[in-house]
């Protein structure tokens, strides 16, 4: 599977999660590997504007776990 497959195929697993309302961890997780895959892709790709979009999805998810963690604890408290 090359890499783009595997952008697109962990893309369709994080929306499916989260349609499914997924655990906001399992979530995180997969964004974390997403941006790594995107990364390797930017790489194999050796073009400027993918490695920018890498860097700006990481900067992201860095940005959702500073947020987050707030929100995640008011959702973990509510009764299921």
């Known amino acids: 599977m090359d890499e783009a497959e ?4 962990r893309l369709r697993r994080i929306q499916e999660l989260d349609r499914n309302d997924a655990h906001t961890a399992t979530l ?5 590997c ?3 895959e995107a990364e ?5 790709e050796g ?6 979009a890498a860097a700006e999805l990481g ?7 500073e947020v987050r ?4 604890r008011l959702a973990e408290s509510r009764p299921a």
């Open 6 to 9: 595997k952008v697109l195929d």
């Open 28 to 32: 995180l997780g997969e964004l974390r």
């Open 34 to 36: 997403l941006v790594a």
């Open 40 to 44: 390797a892709w930017a790489r194999v």
């Open 47 to 52: 073009d400027a504007r993918a490695r920018s």
């Open 59 to 65: 900067a992201e998810l860095v940005r959702f776990e």
């Open 69 to 72: 963690p707030e929100r995640v």
